[in-house]
């Protein structure tokens, strides 16, 4: 595997970004609200650049808070991933081709958070997992 210590963030002096992963074993619809509501309260706090969620996904009020954001439209990037490798490289990969990415929130699947949560702490990105 490529050596993924000091390759993001590092240019400038710039600090790397912050990637909150979130989950929930809560149904569909409380999980919505969840997600809607702690993307909300991280980006008050500090503007949340993307997330990250599988296609298959469909949480309306999260798609609508990030593209209606006041301050800044909050990007929303989807695609089939398989497993915690492939969403870990699709946002890594995304992060190296965007610079100037400070924080990524990555909604995910509960059997797959702690492997993701391992392979960002390989890294020198920030990594925080959520659970309601």
């Known amino acids: 595997m490529v050596e993924l210590k000091n390759i993001i963030g590092e240019e400038n002096n710039k600090m790397p970004p912050q990637i909150y992963i979130l989950t929930s074993e809560s ?11 702690r993307i909300a309260e991280l980006n008050r706090k500090s503007p949340v650049d993307v997330v990250f969620m ?13 593209s209606s ?4 439209p909050i990007l929303v ?3 089939d991933c398989e497993n915690a490798t492939d969403d870990f490289l699709r ?11 400070r924080r ?8 797959e958070v702690e492997s993701l949560e391992e ?3 390989k890294t020198n990105l920030d990594v925080e997992k959520m659970v309601v």
């Open 91 to 101: 946002i890594f990969s995304y992060l190296q081709e965007h610079k100037n990415i």
């Open 27 to 37: 149904e569909r619809f409380t999980r919505e609200i969840y997600y809607a509501h």
């Open 77 to 79: 990037e989807k695609a």
């Open 119 to 121: 392979l960002f702490k």
């Open 54 to 66: 599988d296609s298959e996904d469909y949480y309306p009020s999260v798609e609508t808070y990030c």
């Open 69 to 72: 954001n006041e301050t800044s």
């Open 104 to 111: 990524v929130v990555a909604l995910e699947r509960i059997s």
